[in-house]
Structure formats: structure tokens, C-alpha cells
């Protein structure tokens, strides 16, 4: 009876922890996909981001240019006159410039994105560590051994991405 | 200094000896209580039925306010729904925070007062809710907000609201037994105890003594819980983060912040990151100090 009962405890863990093994490199997988799906999403961002700022950006830049213009002249009025419609326009959809609100948007967005990226790596590397572990611990390694289960390497970094970007202005 | 999957580990750890310590409380409490009863009624009755009783009376009570906890407190606090727009760092900060904890995104929300708190809550991280007030939400940075919800996380991930529900149930049935017990020897009729009188005796003695002190013992142990999940869930955050400095600056600013929460009550106190009230006696506290939170954090950074 206690043979019977020490074999289904045994078989039991042998059981779980293989299900353990299983499922944590499932989760393994998937962890690569969210990657894959965090950097797609920075793919299709940055770009209609960059031309949604860069459309308003041109659109200051142009009012601000013409305005510089106008002080410019001697007799401004005849340019103002041109120049007023254009502005009242832009008065309407826009009660004061804010360049530099959409600027510091965009970073937001571009830290957001860069930070999405980097926790779902983040996944990728606790897990492999996690189920790397099991493999090699006692008495895990055993069953592990068994199945043929063998570490995952995780995430790795080429050496290109380790330099440090320089910043210059 | 030590790593923070070390931190996490022994924080866990002792987590579930205080549980442990709490349960074997409770057991050795509502055992004596029971004999005592049984005892004042002769052993016409084993007691028994009245811990069965008590157990169910005090788990219907706790029930709703576990099952229903996200609808019950947000409605307490007069939350209302953030948005992606309007709340960019609160939204963006949790959904990264979901995604380094492996969960889903939780329901967001946020209260409308200039004092600095945030709590989470939910049976499970399926319906899960984190509330941040407009306060907290203006005066952190992203890092510091990070450290914050990343606490609020892990208290969702850890199961806290679980946990606490089922020691409040404790907690409420060593009342219900200590209070039936006293009102039974007050106004009830004294049995003829004919078997057994010294061992009866004794056991009335000790369930009474029990009825007195274990409702004062168990709620001591239910905030000595509190604390130890709130410094696991200090450790658990940094695991999601790895910048301690996040959650350490963070909790400096909450420190300094002076202004109370309107919103919070006594019900609702220990569901937040620092306690709304501030001041009291260490033993009664949902929550540990902040120089004790910012010392664990900084061994780990």
C-alpha cells in the first residue's frame, strides 16, 4: 500500500513537472511573437507619427515665415492683407501654436514604444531564466534530462546594438 | 545588498508564515472556543456546529465584498474611467506594466483629488481594477509612476485581494464565536455539567479567555499580513521595473505629500499604496513606514 501510494506521488510529479516544462516553453514562444508583435507596432507607429508632426511642424513654419516677411517690408499692409485671411484660418483651428506640445508628444509616443519593446524582452529573458533553471536544478534536471528538454538561449544582444549611441547637437 | 529575485523570494516566504502563524490562530482560537461552548451546554452539543455556522455566516459577509470587490470600491471612492488620450502616462505605464507582469491590461481608473494615492483591486487579474488619483498622476514622472503601478500590479498578481478576503473571513468568524460565546455565559441558562467537571471547567475558563482576546490577536496578525504583502508587493515591482530608484523617489514624494484623501475611509485604507490616514500606532497600521519601504528598496538597488 505505501509502495502503491509513493509510486503515484512519483508519477505525479513526473507528470507536473513535465507539464511545467511543456507549458513554460510555450510561453517561451509566445514571448517571442509579443516581440515580434511590439516591434511591428513601433514599425507602423513611427512613421505616421513622424509625418503627422512634420505635416503640423511645416504648417508653423510656414505662418511663422510669412509673418517675419510682413515685418520685414516697409509697407507691410498690402502683404498683411494677403496674409490675414490665411492666418484667421489658422487662429480658428488653432488658438495658439503648440509646436512644442506636439513635440513632446511624439517623445512620449517614442519612449512608450521603445519601453513596449523592451518589457516584452524583458518576458523572453525572465522566462528562458525560469525554465532554465528547472533544467538544470536537481531534481527537476532528471526529468527534464528524460524528455529531452535542453536551455533556451533567450535573448541575446549583437555587439552593434551594445555600443552606446552618441548624442550630438 | 541582495538581487531582487532574492527579495521576492524571501519576502514570499515570510509572507506565508505570518498566513501560516494566522491560521494555526485561528484554529487553536475557535477550538477552544467551541469546547468552551460545548462545555457551557453540557455536551448536549460538540461546538462544532457552531464553528460551521460561524464559518458560513462570516463568509456570506465577506463573499460580496470579495467577489464584487472592483465594482464595490470603485464606487465607494467615485472613480471614473481613464482613458488613452487624456491619461497617456497613467494608460501607457500600465499597459507596460502588464505586459512585464504577464497579465491583462486591468481596468483603469482614476479619482478626482489633488492628494497623492493609488490602489488596486479585483478577485483576480481577469477583473482586476487600478486607480490612480488625478494628484498622483500630475506629480510623478514616468519613472516614478512605473514603480507605483508596478506596485499596484503585483498586488493583483500576488492574489492580495484573495488573501485578504479569506483572513477578513477569519478574522470576522473568531468574532462571531467570541461574541456568541460571551452573550451565551451572560444570558443563558448553566447546564448541569455532570460529566467530565474540571475538564469542562477548564475549557469554558480558556474559550472565554479566548472570546476576550482573540478578536484583538487575529485583526493584530490581518495587519501584520497587510504589511508583509505591501513590501512584497515593493519587491515585485522592482522585478518588473529593475530601477528601485523609480518606486524609492516615488514614495518620497507620497511621504511628503501632507494633504489626506477625501475619498478614502477606514473600509478602503489598506487597498492603497501608503496609508490615506497617516500617524497611528505601528501595530495598527495597514501599511509598514516609509523609511522601513525605502530601506528594503534601497538594499536591493
Given at each position: 500500500m505505501i509502495y502503491l501510494i509513493a509510486l503515484a506521488a512519483v508519477v505525479i510529479y513526473v507528470v507536473a513537472t513535465y507539464n511545467d516544462l511543456v507549458s513554460l516553453k510555450a510561453r517561451i514562444a509566445a514571448s517571442i511573437q509579443e516581440i515580434g508583435n511590439q516591434l511591428k507596432r513601433q514599425v507602423e507607429l513611427i512613421p505616421n507619427l513622424e509625418a503627422s508632426v512634420k505635416g503640423y511642424l511645416k504648417h508653423e513654419k510656414d505662418i511663422l515665415k510669412m509673418l517675419a516677411e510682413a515685418r520685414k517690408m516697409k509697407d507691410p499692409s498690402k502683404k498683411v492683407a494677403e496674409l490675414l485671411p490665411k492666418l484667421q484660418v489658422v487662429v480658428e483651428s488653432n488658438p495658439q501654436l503648440k509646436g512644442a506640445e506636439v513635440v513632446s508628444n511624439l517623445m512620449n509616443e517614442l519612449r512608450d514604444t521603445s519601453d513596449k519593446v523592451m518589457y516584452s524582452r524583458r518576458t523572453l529573458i525572465d522566462l528562458s531564466a525560469d525554465y532554465n533553471i528547472k533544467v538544470t536544478t536537481f531534481p527537476t534536471n532528471l526529468i527534464a534530462g528524460a524528455f529531452g528538454f535542453k536551455s533556451e538561449k533567450g535573448f541575446a544582444v549583437s555587439e552593434e546594438d551594445k555600443e552606446t549611441p552618441k548624442v550630438s547637437f | 545588498m541582495i538581487n531582487v529575485f532574492e527579495s521576492v523570494e524571501s519576502n514570499k516566504h515570510k509572507s506565508w508564515l505570518v498566513v501560516a502563524g494566522f491560521v494555526g490562530f485561528v484554529l487553536a482560537a475557535s477550538y477552544l472556543m467551541a469546547r468552551g461552548m460545548a462545555a457551557y451546554y453540557g455536551y448536549?452539543?460538540?461546538?462544532l456546529e457552531f464553528l460551521g455556522l460561524g464559518l458560513v455566516i462570516s463568509g456570506v459577509m465577506s463573499f460580496a465584498s470579495y467577489y464584487f470587490s472592483d465594482r464595490v470600491v470603485l464606487g465607494i471612492s467615485g472613480a471614473t474611467p481613464a482613458n488613452r488620450k487624456k491619461d497617456f502616462l497613467f494608460y501607457t505605464v500600465a499597459e507596460n506594466m502588464a505586459l512585464a507582469a504577464g497579465m491583462p491590461v486591468p481596468k483603469l481608473y482614476k479619482i478626482d483629488d489633488t492628494a497623492m494615492n493609488a490602489f488596486a483591486t479585483g478577485r483576480d487579474p481577469q477583473h482586476a481594477a487600478i486607480c490612480a488619483t488625478t494628484g498622483l498622476l500630475t506629480k510623478l514622472n514616468r519613472t516614478e509612476l512605473e514603480g507605483v503601478i508596478g506596485h499596484e500590479m503585483s498586488h493583483i498578481a500576488n492574489y492580495d485581494t484573495r488573501l485578504m478576503s479569506i483572513v477578513t473571513i477569519l478574522v470576522g468568524l473568531l468574532d462571531l464565536l467570541g461574541d456568541w460565546l460571551l452573550r451565551s455565559t451572560f444570558w443563558g441558562r448553566r447546564s448541569r455539567?455532570?460529566?467530565?467537571k474540571s475538564s469542562g471547567g477548564l475549557f469554558l475558563v480558556l474559550g472565554l479567555f479566548m472570546a476576550v482576546i482573540s478578536p484583538v490577536i487575529a485583526q493584530i496578525i490581518q495587519l501584520a499580513i497587510s504589511r508583509r504583502r505591501e513590501f512584497l508587493a515593493d519587491a515585485s515591482s522592482v522585478k518588473l521595473t529593475r530601477q528601485p530608484s523609480g518606486l524609492i523617489s516615488a514614495l518620497k514624494k507620497l511621504g511628503a505629500d501632507k494633504e489626506p484623501l477625501e475619498a478614502s475611509n477606514r473600509a478602503t485604507a489598506?487597498?492603497?499604496?501608503?496609508?490615506?490616514?497617516k500617524g497611528l500606532a505601528k501595530l495598527f497600521n495597514t501599511h509598514p513606514s516609509l523609511t522601513e519601504r525605502i530601506k528594503a528598496l534601497e538594499s536591493m538597488a
Open positions: - | 448536549e452539543s460538540t461546538g455539567d455532570d460529566e467530565d489598506h487597498l492603497y499604496i501608503v496609508d490615506p490616514f
